[in-house]
C-alpha cells in the first residue's frame, strides 16, 4: 500500500487559534448525528470557537451515472437522494423532464402528485422532529410521531410496493392509480395525526428543558440565512416567508389555501416549530386535495414517453416497438436544458438536467438542500455549546444521501 | 413572479454578450473576465441575493470546453435566472463568488472537485464530496465510470 497517500480528510484548521482551546473531532460515525458527516471543531472549554463540517461520506457518483442511464432509469436513483421523502424527489426529476419534454401533466396526475408531496412531507418532518427530540432525551414524543411515520410507510406502501423509495413517479405520470379504500385509510391516519402530534405539542412546546435547550441556540438572521442559501424551514424560521408553493405555483398549489409559517428568531425552538406548523398545513392541504382530486387517467397519452398497455403490446405490433423502443432508448428528450425547482421537505430541490436529444442524459445536477445548509451549518454551531451541535443539526436536517449525492 | 425585472436586466447590463429564454428562463452569457462584476451589480441593482447553483458542463471537442452555470434567485422578485461563461480546459480559470454570497463557498468547492474548474479568490477549494488524494475529476466526460482510484491506507 502506498503510504505516501495523504489522510483522505484535511481540516481547515490544524492549529488551535488560541492558548487553552483543543480541536475535537465528531463523526462521521456518531451514534447522536443522525447523517454520516464529521464535524472538526476547536473548543475553548466546552464553547465552540470554530466549525468545520466535512460531507462527502456517502458520495457514490450519483451524477456520473446518471449519464448512463436512460431517463427512465433514473427514477429509483433519484429515490436514494432524500430518503425520508423519496415522492418528492421523484417528481421534482419528473418536472424537470417533463418541462423539456412540453408535457402538461393530466388533472389526476397533478393533484395525486400534490397529495403525495404533502403526505412525503409530513413523513419528512415526522423523521426530523423525531429524530431531534429523542436527542434530547425525548423518548415518547419520538415514539409517538415514529409511530405516526409508520402509519405513513405502511399506507405509502399499499400504494407503491414500497416503504421507503417508491420508484412512483414516471415521466409524464405515475406509475399506477390509488387502490381502492387509499384514501378512506388516509383519512384515518390524518385523524391519528392529529391525536399524537397535539400530544407532542402538549409535552414539548412549553417544556422548560425543551426551551432551555432550543430556545435562542443555533441563532440565524434573515439576511445571513439567505447569504448561506439557506431555503425551506430554515430560512422560513428567520421570519422570511419564502416558500416555492406560494412563490411559483407549480402541481396544483395555486388552487389550494395554505398559509406559509414563519418563526421570529431563526433559533433552534423556531425551526422545531415551524416544521410542526408546516405539517398541520399539509394536513389541510390533502384533506382540501381528496375533494378536489378529479378522476381521469394519471399518465399523459404520449408515447414519447407513457409506456403503452401490457395487453398492447402483447398483441399489436407498434404497442410492442414502442415499448421496446422506451425500454432499450429511452424517452427521446428534446436538446436543451433546464433547471426546475420544488419545494421539497428541506428546501429548494433544483433539478438542472442537459440534453442533447438522446435517450439517456448529457447531464443531470441536483441542487440538493441539504449540501448548501451543510456550507452554513458552522454558523448555526460557533458560539454555542458543545452538547447544542446535536440539536442544532438535527434542526437542519441533513440527509446525507442528498447532500452528498 | 415579477418578470419587469428580467427586461430590465436585459437592457441594463452591458456586459452580457448574449441573452435568450430557455423553458421561460432568461439566460445570460458574460465571458469569465467579467463574470464578479456582473454578479456584484445583479446582487446590488438587482437584488439577486439567492445564490442557488453552480455547476459545470463539459463539451468535449468543443472550444472552450467548459460551460460554467450559475442560477440565482431573487427573493424580492421571485424569479430565477441562468449566467453561463465558458472556459478552456487550458485555464479553467473564472473568479470566485464567495466574497458575495456564502453560499458559493461549498458549491464552488464541488464544482472543482468534479470539473476541475479553478475559481480565482476562494481561499478554500479542499476536496468535499471527494477525498485528498483523489486522481482526476470524475464528472469530465474523459474519465471513464469504472475507473480505479489509488487505495487510501487505514489511519493508525
Known sequence: ?405 | MDTAVLDLLKERLDTVHETAISHGTLVLVVAPAELPGTVQRLKSEFEFDLFLDVTAVDWPGQKPRFEVVYHFYSTTHRVRFRLKTRVSEEDPTVGSLVSLYGSARFMERECHDMYGIVFRGNPDLRPILLYEGFVGHPLRKDYPKRAEQPLVPYRD
Open chain 1, 1 to 405: 500500500m502506498d503510504a505516501k497517500l495523504p489522510n483522505p480528510v484535511r481540516s481547515v484548521f490544524e492549529q488551535v487559534e488560541r492558548d487553552g482551546t483543543v480541536v475535537v473531532n465528531i463523526g462521521p460515525s456518531h451514534p447522536a448525528t443522525h447523517g454520516t458527516i464529521q464535524i472538526i471543531v476547536e473548543l475553548d472549554g466546552e464553547k465552540v470557537v470554530r466549525a468545520d463540517a466535512h460531507c462527502g461520506y456517502l458520495h457514490r457518483g450519483f451524477e456520473k451515472e446518471c449519464e448512463a442511464h436512460t431517463w427512465h432509469n433514473l427514477i429509483p436513483y433519484v429515490d436514494r437522494l432524500n430518503y425520508c421523502s423519496a415522492l418528492s424527489n421523484d417528481f421534482a426529476y419528473c418536472a424537470a423532464v417533463e418541462e423539456l419534454m412540453g408535457i402538461e401533466l393530466t388533472p389526476r396526475c397533478k393533484y395525486l402528485r400534490t397529495l403525495l408531496a404533502e403526505y412525503s412531507r409530513i413523513a419528512d418532518h415526522l423523521t426530523c422532529i423525531a429524530a431531534s427530540l429523542m436527542e434530547m432525551g425525548a423518548m415518547t414524543a419520538f415514539l409517538y410521531l415514529v409511530m405516526l411515520r409508520d402509519f405513513i410507510y405502511e399506507h405509502l406502501a399499499a400504494l407503491t410496493g414500497a416503504r421507503v423509495t417508491y420508484t412512483y413517479g414516471r415521466i409524464g405520470g405515475l406509475a399506477c392509480d390509488l387502490p381502492p379504500g387509499w384514501l378512506a385509510r388516509l383519512d384515518e391516519i390524518l385523524d391519528q395525526y392529529e391525536v399524537f402530534v397535539g400530544r407532542v405539542h402538549g409535552l414539548m412546546d412549553r417544556n422548560r428543558i425543551f426551551i432551555d435547550r432550543t430556545r435562542d441556540v443555533g441563532v440565524i438572521s434573515t439576511a445571513e440565512a439567505i447569504n448561506w442559501g439557506f431555503t425551506g424551514p430554515i430560512l422560513r424560521s428567520t421570519g422570511a416567508p419564502r416558500d416555492l408553493r406560494k412563490d411559483t405555483p407549480y402541481l396544483a398549489y395555486a388552487e389550494l389555501d395554505f398559509e406559509v409559517p414563519v418563526g421570529i428568531k431563526g433559533d433552534n425552538y423556531d425551526r422545531y416549530y415551524v416544521r410542526m406548523r408546516e405539517m398541520d398545513e399539509s394536513v389541510h392541504m390533502i384533506r382540501q386535495l381528496v375533494d378536489l382530486l378529479p378522476d381521469g387517467p394519471i399518465n399523459v397519452d404520449d408515447r414519447r414517453c407513457t409506456f403503452p398497455e401490457k395487453r398492447l403490446v402483447y398483441t399489436e405490433i407498434e404497442s410492442l416497438i414502442n415499448h421496446f423502443k422506451l425500454v432499450m432508448e429511452g424517452p427521446q428528450v428534446p436538446a436543451g436544458e433546464v433547471y426546475s425547482a420544488q419545494e421539497a421537505p428541506n428546501g429548494e430541490l433544483g433539478f438542472y438536467i442537459v440534453s442533447t436529444g438522446e435517450g439517456t442524459p448529457y447531464k443531470v445536477h441536483v441542487r440538493s438542500p441539504s449540501f448548501v445548509h451543510m456550507g452554513g451549518a458552522h454558523r448555526l454551531m460557533e458560539g454555542y455549546q458543545l452538547a447544542d451541535i446535536i440539536p442544532t443539526f438535527g434542526s437542519v436536517n441533513m440527509i446525507g444521501g442528498e447532500c452528498d449525492r
